[in-house]
């Protein structure tokens, strides 16, 4: 199955690169570039991707805006791609705003170019881009300057089993269904259905938004391990 990449950011040459990069994939097809927010939600919303590679910082829209507007579609618009940000920064006050809006993660502009496709492959496939220490240093240190949350997160863990909100707290952390399943002893395909349940009894679109939700609710503490 080939996935459907656009790449919206305001630099032609970026643009141009990882155009070249991921088109040489025989898994991937880069159906259109856009040098803005807003033109990258309009080419969105005409070619339909799989995955919008998202600069942060962009003139006219930025990225955190034209997330926004693609992960929350208007009436009557259906289509919601899965959202990876581009920063040049590894601490970025938009990306955790775009977390918390649905985004699926994001990745270093200057990231080896295996990173760049392993990234757009592991989104595709409906997972968060996570892993890395300097993503859970980032959503640790807003979540510490940013509590605000929406619904009262501490109430809705409440609806959680006792399994589910362990899964939970180790996803925080940075753990990967693999590692979970070494943790608790679990089957990974387990670890899977508790994640799955605990993605939709909390109403969350992905591994990204439980991160944020765990840190807003108090569940793990920034800069736990």
Request: no cysteine; charged share 25%; proline share 6%.
């Amino acid at each position: 199955m080939t996935t459907r990449v656009i790449i919206v950011d305001d630099q032609a040459m970026v643009r141009a690169g990882f155009a070249a990069l991921l088109a040489a994939q025989s898994d991937i097809d880069v159906v259109g570039e856009a040098p803005d927010g807003a033109q990258g939600v309009e080419l969105s919303r005409r070619t339909h991707p799989d995955v919008v590679l998202m600069d942060v910082r962009m003139p006219e829209m930025d990225g955190l805006e034209a997330a926004r507007r693609l992960l929350a579609p208007p009436p009557g618009v259906t289509h919601r791609p899965r959202v990876l940000m581009l920063t040049t920064f590894d601490v970025d006050d938009y990306v955790y705003e775009a977390l918390r809006a649905g985004a699926s993660g994001f990745l270093l502009k200057d990231a080896p170019p295996a990173d760049l496709i392993s990234a757009v492959r592991v989104v595709a496939a409906g997972d968060a881009l996570l892993a890395p220490s300097v993503t859970r240093r980032l959503i640790a240190d807003f979540a510490k300057q940013r509590p605000a949350a929406r619904g009262n997160p501490a109430l809705r863990l409440k609806g959680l089993t006792e399994r589910e909100t362990e899964v939970l707290t180790l996803v925080a952390r940075g753990q990967s269904n693999s590692e979970i399943a070494r943790t608790l002893v679990l089957a990974e395909q387990t670890v899977k259905t508790h994640v799955s349940r605990v993605l939709t009894k909390l109403d969350l679109r992905d591994r990204a938004q439980a991160v944020v939700f765990a840190y807003e609710s108090g569940l793990v503490a920034p800069g736990e391990q």
